[in-house]
Each structure stands twice: as C-alpha cells, then as structure tokens.
C-alpha cells in the first residue's frame, strides 16, 4: 500500500492492521514515560522443555549420585571439564561457567529439587499450569504474573510495567493488566514521513492517535537504548534474531537495556526452548551442554546490559518440570518430576543453598526426583520482599488458593 501523498486515505481497519504491523516493525514497546510505582526490576525465564535439574546443578556429593546418572554422570571438582563447586555438595554444569563468579560474589542461590505443585508430563499441560500458577487446569487463562502486575499498580496507566520478549507475549504476561512487547526487527522500518503523515490524518481519532503515538515513543525509547537505526551505510543496522542456543543473548541483551532505562519497564518474560532432551542429551559436550552455554551467556549478557540497574534486580529461571534421573536407551532422558530453580541478580541473597533437598536414594515411582520445594513459594519470597506485594494477595489473587505453600525467607538482600 503506498500512501506518499495519501490521495485515498486508508480505511481504519486498514491502519489496524498497519499499527499492528508497525509494531512489530518497530520493534519496541509502547511505553509511556510516568512514574514507576517501584524501582525494582524482575526477570522471569522460562525454560520450555523440561530442564535436567540434575545436570545443570549435579548434586555430585550424593554417593549414589555417578551410580543413578551412569552415563550422564558429570566429572567431579579438578577433573578436566569438571563440575564447577558451589556448596553441600552441589555444583555447577561446566557449561554455566559464565555465572560461576556470581556464586562467589553472593548473586547467585539455587534451589534444587523444585516442582510447580502439580504432576503432568505433558509439556502443554505443565507450562500453562506454571504459567497461570495454580495446581490444575481452570477456565482462568491469566497469567500469574499479570496478576502481580495488577497488585503491583491496581491503577491502569500509562505506564506499561511489564515486557514480554518474542513474537507473542507468554501466558504468563496475559491477563487485564496492558504489559509491552519486544522483538529484534528483521524488517525494513517505516519511513518517518509515512508515520508523520498518518498521525496527521488520524489527529482527531482517539484510539489510533494514541496508538500511534505510543509507538513512535517507543521507538525512540529503543534507538536510543538499544542503538537501533541505519547504519553508515544507511541500511538497517539490525540483525536478524535467528535460531539456536546463542539468540538467547540477543534477547537478554535488548531486555536488559529497556529495563536499564529510567523511561523503561520493570518487569520481564524472556523464554528460552530446547531442553526436551529424549535424545542424545550428552554430558560434558552435547545438545544439553550447548543449551546450557547460550543460558549463561544471555544471562551474562543480561546482567551487563543492566549496568547499575543489575543492583536492583532479580533473575528467577523456571522450567515446568524435570527429568529422569537415569538415562533412556537412546542417550537422553525422559519426562520426570522435579527439577532446579536459578534465582540471580544483585538484589539476590545468594551464594548458598536454599529450600529442602530430597536425595538420590529414594526417587518418585523409583525414577524421578522427588520434588522438596513448590516453585511458587519461591516466586512467593520474590514478589513479596523485593515488590513489595502483600503477603494475603500473593495467597488469594497472585496465586489463587495457596495459602499451604509458604513465601520462602531470605531470597534477596535485606
């Protein structure tokens, strides 16, 4: 559609698919420049698929612990490509080396053996149940998140807390509360002229003047913290996103910086897939190992894009549940019950090992560890002592009938 001089003006439904599609051209969040009701930032990733707690944090001090992983079973501390130690017996996949120095500066806590409250092995089932933060499927499709979001600032603003990275926000973001979106542009942007011209002509109209306006704030915001715009040679300095464990770094690094900005947001969602390893998982080298690294690389990444705003923030990693402790015949392992929790940032009370821990010996239908700590008591500790949301709204509105699961003390720094 070319609209140079805009002799036939487009119908509104038409400029409705147009700021749709401006948004994801643009490529940032409509966000509005109000006050924030706090400046504390908090960043959610979910690992789809199904994380081996077991390998990513190996409990290498159990004595059965090379016996149940045969094959999977990680070289111990000060072996070549060894296990990188943290505590009780616990460690690091050599893999996550990128975020071993966090342990050390006391930001980074790991809570092993962590579980959502319900037992499926259905990925669909698991990540919607993790999502909406509830123990069985309802008819109630919002996220917990947003629902903090709407604790966090009961009144609807301008402002746009939450931020959603990727094509589409996450269950997690969805529900009343208006959250942002972001995510690399691979496409030419529009001309300034075209976006100066249709916000004339739709001036007068409320809904589209609005919208339109918010996105070219938003695109200001993201040229001016993320660098975007024409390179020397006047083409699109951006690349696009693509595939494999190192785009996670991309997106870690674009969401850090947005939440950096004192004009950006506070909340985030970054997803991050491949860890359904029913095949040729690997050990020390492999798929799994190669996931591993893009995770602590983009959160690497993450904590430098922060820059000063990293002493405010906290980083909690999920996965909707674990995997076997034993491997299959094929060299991976299947769906199982529990898995680990990573919480990092420097607001984080870290270096140590925190919640219950089950053991090796006896297993979940004699396969799958045992779950020790509902993930929601961890997101619990989070929200309510570095958002500040209310102990009876975390039991009632945030997570809908959990009084039983209790927030968890002492995650971040007093």
């Known amino acids: 559609m070319i609209m140079d001089d805009l002799a036939c003006p487009p119908s509104r439904r038409t400029l409705l698919r147009l700021l749709g599609a401006s948004a994801l051209i643009l490529g940032a969040p409509r966000i509005a420049f109000a006050a924030a009701p706090t400046d504390n930032r908090l960043i959610v990733v979910i690992l789809r698929g199904a994380l081996d707690g077991l390998a990513a944090v190996p409990p290498y001090g159990e004595k059965r612990y090379v016996e149940r992983r045969a094959g999977l079973a990680l070289p111990m501390p000060g072996e070549a490509d060894g296990i990188l130690p943290l505590a009780q017996g616990f460690g690091l996949h050599p893999a996550l080396a990128p975020i071993h120095p966090l342990w050390a500066s006391g930001e ?35 996220g917990w998140l947003n629902r903090a979001l709407a604790e966090l600032q009961p009144q609807a603003g301008a402002r746009r807390l939450g931020l959603a990275t990727g094509s589409a926000i996450p269950l997690m973001l969805r529900g009343s509360v208006p959250v942002a979106s972001w995510e690399p542009p691979d496409m030419k942007e529009p001309a300034p002229t075209l976006l100066a011209a249709v916000a004339r002509l739709y001036a007068g109209d409320p809904l589209f003047a609005s919208a339109l306006a918010d996105g070219i704030k938003a695109q200001n915001l993201q040229d001016e913290v993320l660098g975007s715009g024409p390179g020397p040679d006047g083409a699109p300095s951006n690349k696009p996103l693509g595939f494999g464990p190192g785009a996670f770094s991309v997106v870690a690094g674009a969401a850090g910086g947005l939440l950096a900005s004192e004009a950006g947001p506070r909340i985030a969602v970054m997803e991050m897939g491949g860890w359904d390893t029913h095949v040729g998982q690997g050990a020390v080298k492999g798929r799994l190992a190669n996931n591993l690294a893009g995770l602590a690389n983009g959160l690497a990444e993450l904590r430098r894009s922060l820059g000063a705003a990293w002493a405010r923030s906290v980083v909690v990693c999920v996965t909707e549940f674990g995997r076997t402790v034993a491997p299959n015949g094929t ?43 509902d993930i929601r008591a961890v997101l619990k500790g989070v929200l309510r002592d570095h958002l500040g949301i209310a102990p009876a709204k975390l039991d009632s509105a945030v997570f809908p009938d959990s009084g039983v699961v209790r927030a968890m003390q002492g995650l971040v720094r007093a």
């Open 331 to 373: 060299g991976g392992t299947d769906h199982g019950t529990a898995s680990v929790t990573l919480v990092l940032g420097g607001a984080v009370h870290g270096g140590r090992i925190a919640g219950d821990w089950t053991g090796l010996d006896q297993l979940e239908e004699n396969r799958d560890l045992r779950a020790a700590t």
């Open 108 to 142: 980074l806590l790991v809570v092993p053996a962590t579980a959502g409250g319900y037992h499926t092995r259905s990925h669909f089932d698991a990540q919607d149940l993790l999502e909406t933060g509830v123990p069985k499927r309802s008819a109630a499709l919002a």
